[in-house]
């Protein structure tokens, strides 16, 4: 019981050093200027930076009443939640025009690791395609209408051409048409 008591006057002191942050006058001039000109719709959105502030404060006091109250493992959840918003919150308030930059770059990387992984995957392709073209020099006639189908059947594709769809086809005679 008295540790539920400590957690909960731990909570209500947390929540009043929240109610002096929001009250605390706003620095003059910033640190650290934005590139960027900021606009009306980011000082709405930093605006309510306080109250995210004093939300997640008021989590983490939750968490240190579960800890005390015996739910350690919700605890120790909800204060990391509640801890690492905070964390973006003030990173936010602080280094907002950084965000943009940030995101192009990693934006600019994701592209460069896509198209790397496309060109990677066609060129697996290619290689598969020019490897069975060259294994079906070294195997027999028999073996070669079996996987390959017979030229002089209609319709006859052979086991290849009941494993791949039309548009495997295609890419195949796209790649053999380009060697």
């Known amino acids: ?22 009250k605390a006058p706003a620095p003059q001039e910033p640190v650290v200027k934005p590139p960027l000109p900021v606009t009306a719709e980011v000082q709405k959105a930093i605006a309510w930076l306080p109250y995210i502030v004093a939300i997640c404060v008021f989590g983490l006091g939750v968490a240190v009443a579960l800890v005390a109250g015996g739910s350690g493992k919700l605890g120790i959840m909800i204060g990391a939640g509640a801890g690492a918003s905070l964390g973006a919150a003030i990173m936010v308030a602080q280094w907002f025009w950084l965000i943009a930059y940030v995101l192009g770059a990693l934006g600019l990387l994701v592209a460069i690791w896509v198209a790397w992984r496309v060109w990677q995957q066609r060129k697996a392709l290619s290689e598969v395609v020019w490897t069975a073209e060259e294994a079906k020099k070294l195997i027999g006639e028999t073996a070669k209408k079996m996987l390959f189908g017979d030229p002089a059947w209609e319709g006859d594709h052979g086991t290849a051409g009941k494993i791949q769809s039309p548009a495997t086809e295609k890419l195949v005679a796209k790649i053999r048409a380009n060697p």
């Open 1 to 22: 019981m008295s540790k539920l008591l400590v957690a909960t006057l731990l909570t209500i002191l947390l929540l009043a050093g929240c109610s002096l942050i929001r």
